[in-house]
């Protein structure tokens, strides 16, 4: 097998705009016991912008906000709302990295830069990819401080307590209808990526909506996207409806990875996160469709988390509804007992509840 140009060790971080920083961080410690790092800042030095690092496990998320209109960060905010506007990956050769993906076809965004502070130097590189979305690959091998140059350490007042969150799972873009391969090859072409799965609208359809997606991933599994785009239906998939909302393509959900699923949705819940509802008859044909699985039927069930089986086990999913008042980005919480797929079989459970939920904003 060639080796791999583009070694890749895991995401790094997700950064969002969103249009008050300071209160989303609050709501991700309060709600999602994420716990704040690192702070950059008018009080740091940095005039145009407000940006909070929250930890759990090893996630990584970025808030940031702009001070001024006149901002990259102020327009993503109008054209998008609150969303994802750079998946951070973790290298050991930012700028090796940036040069292969270059020479086979990216677009550059940054081009290889050190940043340094006493704690030591990072390198960084980016480039484009669908939508307004950036690829930042961080070299940080000869960096000791909380996050980057340019953050302070940071601690918060509010209390934060885990939920049991640990890693990236993967990353979801939704593509404009027909854009799909060309997003695909993108991967393939210019990071080295394999498609790993393809969904068709046999797999994913209900009677409105229907949509198709190909899973890509690098060579050691680290780093998996799926690709979205939507597919004829009768009435508007809620593809479209991101696309509509979103004013483009961008990161629909982000799935976070959990070993106890069961405690991890019961302290969401608990703390006023929101989950797609999945209807009672969802329960009534599973267990014949995944068999048996270690956690309690009944407790699965009260939480509405979704189950899936494939070749290698099952898993446990649950996706939340949109957090932000335009129907885009969302998360997933998912906890794999062997399974290495998507949750296919629940897709079509799944678009049903969402199809309800779009019923309801009136954009079906
Ligand atoms: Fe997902």
Request: hydrophobic share 35%; with cysteine.
């Amino acid at each position: 097998m060639a080796e791999d140009f583009l070694p890749l060790n895991g995401t790094d971080h997700v950064e969002l705009y969103v249009g008050n920083a300071k209160q989303s961080a609050y709501y991700y410690q309060m709600a999602w016991g994420y716990e704040l790092i690192a702070y950059s800042g008018p009080e740091t030095g940095v005039r145009d912008r407000a940006s909070y690092v929250l930890q759990q496990g090893k996630i990584r998320l970025v808030l940031t906000s702009a001070m001024h209109p006149d901002s990259e960060i102020t327009r993503h905010v109008a054209q998008h709302g609150d969303g994802v506007k750079f998946l951070a990956i973790w290298v050991d050769d930012a700028e090796k990295s940036f040069y292969e993906t270059m020479s086979r076809g990216a677009k550059a965004h940054t081009q290889p830069t050190v940043m340094s502070d006493q704690f030591g130097e990072v390198k960084i590189s980016a480039i484009h990819t669908y939508g307004d979305t950036v690829h930042k690959f961080v070299e940080r091998k000869n960096y000791k401080g909380a996050f980057l140059p340019g953050y302070s350490p940071a601690k918060s007042s509010v209390k934060t307590t885990s939920v049991g969150l640990k890693h990236v799972d993967h990353c979801v873009g939704n593509v404009e209808l027909g854009r799909m391969n060309e997003w695909v090859k993108f991967y393939e072409d210019v990071m080295g990526f394999k498609l790993l799965i393809t969904f068709d609208d046999s797999d994913i359809s209900t009677e409105y909506s229907a949509l198709m997606s190909k899973v890509v991933s690098n060579g050691n599994g680290y780093i998996k996207f799926p690709i979205n785009e939507p597919a004829d239906g009768k009435r508007k998939s809620q593809i479209e409806e991101y696309i509509e909302f979103y004013h483009g393509a961008g990161v629909q959900h982000v799935a976070i990875a959990t070993d106890d699923i069961i405690t991890t949705v019961t302290e969401l819940r608990n703390r006023g996160v929101e989950f797609l509802h999945v209807p009672e008859v969802y329960y009534e044909e599973v267990w014949d469709r995944v068999g048996k699985i270690n956690e309690d039927v009944a407790t699965i069930k009260k939480l509405n988390i979704l189950v899936d089986r494939d070749d290698e086990g099952y898993l446990l999913q649950l996706f939340t509804k949109p957090v932000q008042d335009r129907p885009t980005v969302f998360f997933e919480i998912i906890q794999r007992c062997g399974a290495k797929s998507f949750g296919k079989g629940n897709f079509k459970a799944l678009f049903e509840a969402i199809e309800r939920e779009q019923a309801l904003r009136g954009n079906l």
